[in-house]
């Protein structure tokens, strides 16, 4: 059976348990698809999505660049983000090819406002059974939340970024 798992929270490692769970899942030659948001791996090289590769999962990616880092508009990102909802429709799901389906970042689209919360509720409510569906990202939607069986609250107690230390090669990126 499939079930629905959120890591949200404003501590660190949200994507680091998506990326151990699709790493683990792989040694049992599970099928993953990793579907990442707001990230742009061409500028940040972001570790993950290479070695997941190597590793066999598919990857793919929406709605690359977000308002607060780049000079992109809300509507373009939302065009982007929507795009991304549909390829789970059409190819992920209705092909049934995955056991683990996992969407990094998903719940800042919605957060930032980008996607309605009930766009992202028939995402989670047509899932195939068998599908385990795994969302990231801080600030999950109380619907989601709902409707999710394993809910992790990552919680900040300290973070560098805080003394001013950058995110680090290989250790954040
Ligand atoms: P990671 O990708 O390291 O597992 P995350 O997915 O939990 O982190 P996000 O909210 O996606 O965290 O944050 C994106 C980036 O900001 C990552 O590089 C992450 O390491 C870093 N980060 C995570 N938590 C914090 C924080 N509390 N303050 C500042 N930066 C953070
Ligand atoms: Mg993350």
Redesign the pocket.
Known sequence: MGLIQV?T???????????GLACRARAHNLKVCYIYFHKDPDVWGYG?VKNLQRLGVDVFGFSKEHPFCKDVGTKEVRRECLKGLEFIKKDVYRQDKYDILIL??IN?SLRDGFLKEEEIVEILDSKPEKLELIL???GAGDEVIKRADLVSE?K?IK????ENIE?REG???
């Open positions: 890591y929270g404003d501590g660190k490692g949200k994507t680091t348990a998506a990326v993950e990094d970042e800042i990231t990202g801080r990552i900040k973070h560098p970024f805080d995110g250790i954040e990126y």
